[in-house]
C-alpha cells in the first residue's frame, strides 16, 4: 500500500510540478509575489500580518503547510529593519506549523553592504542577518544579485545565488545598438566583473570609473578608464541608493565625451533624492528590476523597471523538485566568487 502511494505522489509531482509548494508573501512586496504565483501557476497563501499598537508584528498562518516547502518572499528593503523583523517571525510561525522545509526568497538582501570590517569597531551586519535568519528556523535561501558573493559563506545552511544581469542584458540588446558604439562601464573598481560580463555579452569594450568615499554614503567619481569618447556607455550596477556615485559618474562620461549614457541596476533602493537626481542627470534610460516594490506612475519616463518575477519561479520550482539552479544562467555564473 504504501508502495503504491509513493508511486501515486511521484506521478502527481509530474503532473503537476508545483504540488506541494506553498508560496506566501510578507508585506514588503506582495506584487511581485502575486506575479511569481502567477508564473508558477498557483496562488500567494492565506496568512494575517498586523502591527500591535507598540509596532510589534503578529503573524498566523492560515492554512495547513504540515509537511510542505514553503517559499516565502520578503526582499529586505525600506523599512529595512520592520521587514528584517517581520521576515523572521513568518519564519518561526512556519517553524512551529511543521512545514518540511523554509525557504526565504530574498529578491533584495538588505544590510549586505557592510559585508567587512574597513575600520575598527565596525559591525558585520550581512552576517548578523544571515545568522538571524538561521536562528529563526530557515532551511535556504533565495537571493538576487547579493551585493558581493562572499555572503554565501556567511550562512551554515543552503543559499542559492541567482542573477538578474540577463534580463538587463536582454533589453539592452532589443535596443540593437552596434557594438563598436558601445562601452560598458563599470562606476566603480568592485563592479568590474559584472561589467566585464555584460561587456562579453554585448560585444563591446570595457572602461572604469574609480570613485572614491571621503564620506559616509557620499561618492566622488575621480577618474576614468578607457576611452568613450562618442560612444554609447551602459553602465552597470548592483544598488542604485541615493544615484549619488551613478549620478556623479553619468557626469564624468559626458565630460569625456560620451553620446548616450544607459544605467542598468538590479536593486533600485532609491533613497532621498535618488529619482530627481537621475531625472536630472545627463542619463537616455535607467533600467531596474522590481526587486524593490516602487509606485511606477511617479517615475520618470527615462526609469524601465523590468520583472524578475519569470527568474524567481523557474528557481523555487527548480529547488522544490531538486533540480540544477545554474542551469538557468549562462555568463552570470562566471560571477560567482
Known amino acids: 500500500m504504501m508502495i503504491k502511494e509513493e508511486i501515486y505522489k511521484q506521478l502527481e509531482r509530474e503532473i503537476n510540478p508545483t504540488h506541494d509548494i506553498k508560496l506566501f508573501s510578507g508585506r514588503s512586496n506582495p506584487k511581485l509575489a502575486q506575479e511569481v504565483a502567477e508564473a508558477l501557476g498557483t496562488s500567494v497563501g492565506p496568512m494575517i500580518i498586523k502591527d500591535f499598537a507598540d509596532s510589534e508584528i503578529y503573524v498566523q498562518v492560515k492554512d495547513s503547510v504540515r509537511g510542505d516547502d514553503v517559499f516565502v518572499i520578503q526582499p529586505l528593503c525600506k523599512p529595512v529593519n520592520q521587514n528584517l523583523m517581520e521576515l523572521l517571525i513568518i519564519i518561526d510561525a512556519f517553524k512551529r506549523a511543521s512545514a518540511k522545509s523554509i525557504t526565504a526568497v530574498i529578491p533584495y538582501y538588505g544590510y549586505a553592504r557592510q559585508d567587512r570590517k574597513t575600520s575598527g569597531r565596525e559591525a558585520i551586519t550581512a552576517k548578523l542577518v544571515a545568522d538571524l535568519l538561521t536562528t529563526a ?30 534580463i538587463l542584458v536582454n533589453y539592452i540588446k ?22 566585464r560580463n555584460f561587456a562579453k555579452e554585448l560585444g563591446c569594450t570595457l ?34 541608493d541615493t544615484a549619488g556615485s551613478i ?16 544605467v542598468c541596476a538590479i536593486h533600485p533602493v532609491f533613497s532621498g533624492p535618488a ?39 523557474q528557481a523555487i520550482s527548480r529547488i522544490h523538485d531538486d533540480e540544477s539552479i545554474s542551469s538557468l544562467f549562462g555568463f552570470e555564473k562566471e560571477m560567482k566568487v
Do not use: W
Open 247 to 262: 549620478t556623479e559618474a553619468a557626469k564624468l562620461l559626458k565630460k569625456e565625451g560620451a553620446r548616450d549614457i544607459y
Open 275 to 313: 529619482i530627481q537626481r537621475l531625472e536630472e542627470a545627463p542619463i537616455k534610460e535607467v533600467i531596474v528590476t522590481n526587486t524593490i516594490p516602487h509606485d511606477t506612475e511617479k517615475f520618470p519616463e527615462k526609469i524601465k523597471q523590468l520583472s524578475v518575477a519569470n527568474l524567481l519561479s
Open 137 to 166: 528556523g530557515c532551511n535556504r535561501v533565495l537571493a538576487v544579485d547579493l551585493h558581493t558573493g562572499q555572503i554565501q559563506g556567511f550562512f551554515n545552511i543552503l543559499v542559492d545565488h541567482i542573477f538578474a544581469t540577463s
Open 174 to 195: 532589443k535596443l540593437n545598438l552596434n557594438p563598436e558604439d558601445v562601452v560598458a562601464v563599470s562606476p566603480d573598481t568592485g563592479g568590474v566583473k559584472r561589467a
Open 207 to 240: 572602461a572604469i570609473i574609480d570613485k572614491r568615499r571621503d564620506r559616509h554614503n557620499e561618492a566622488i567619481a575621480n577618474c576614468l578608464i578607457g576611452d568613450v569618447k562618442d560612444k554609447i556607455c551602459v553602465m552597470c550596477d548592483d544598488i542604485i
